[in-house]
T-cell receptor
């Protein structure tokens, strides 16, 4: 069915530690995956994306890994900071008509001082 | 370059009423998508507009309708509001239908 799920609804890490947020997706035909950060009262903010022909992509302090064999996506945040506290969503782009995004439920990341 | 702006930011309506939400797309973007985000959930795709035409629709009833104008701004209209329509409504613009999406901050709709 249509779903992009997350393994953990909440995650707490110490400031300065690395965090990993996981996501499972169900549609093997999706060609593009995006991680968004959403802070309270704001819309989703693009973090990093990856196309289905890649396994890994790095940004500034963030890395996305894609394992198509098990349909798994992860977001790694290095040296977490208080400003990283937010809800993180993975989204999958379906190439059907409008190429809509299918979002997971989200993981709330809390950075402890 | 301006981002995506939505108005109003908050709105309270009574069940059965109609509401119109507005979105100005990011400069240079010609595609607008609307999403509904219930509390504690991920956004759900409502529909997409490309060059003033609906270009795909999610699992929402016909009382959810939209428009896109020549300047690529867009409206979301919801008729016969129900309590379950209470949510954050997000607009996302992109250049063409498969481009990177920029989201607005949303309109928080409360139906009482």
């Amino acid at each position: 069915g249509e779903s992009v799920g997350l393994h953990l609804p909440t995650l707490s890490v110490q400031e300065g530690d690395n965090s990993i947020i996981n996501c499972a997706y169900s549609n093997s035909a999706s060609d593009y995956f995006i991680w968004y950060k959403q802070e309270s009262g704001k819309g989703p903010q693009f973090i990093i994306d990856i196309r289905s022909n890649m396994d890994k992509r790095q940004g500034q302090r963030v890395t996305v890994l894609l394992n198509k064999t098990v349909k798994h996506l992860s977001l790694q945040i290095a040296a977490t900071q208080p400003g990283d506290s937010a809800v993180y969503f993975c989204a999958e782009r379906r190439k059907t008509g409008a190429q809509k995004l299918v979002f997971g439920q989200g993981t709330r990341l809390t950075i402890n001082p | 370059e301006t981002g995506v702006t939505q108005s109003p930011t908050h709105l309270i309506k009574t069940r059965g009423q109609q509401v119109t939400l507005r979105c100005s797309s990011q400069s240079g973007h010609n595609t607008v998508s609307w999403y509904q985000q219930a509390l504690g959930q991920g956004p759900q795709f409502i529909f997409q507009y490309y060059r003033e035409e609906e270009n795909g629709r999610g699992n929402f009833p016909p009382r959810f309708s939209g428009l896109q104008f020549p300047n690529y701004s867009s409206e979301l209209n919801v008729n016969a509001l129900e309590l379950d329509d209470s949510a954050l409504y997000l607009c996302a613009s992109s250049l063409d239908t498969g481009g990177g999406y920029t989201f607005g901050s949303g309109t928080r709709l409360t139906v009482v």
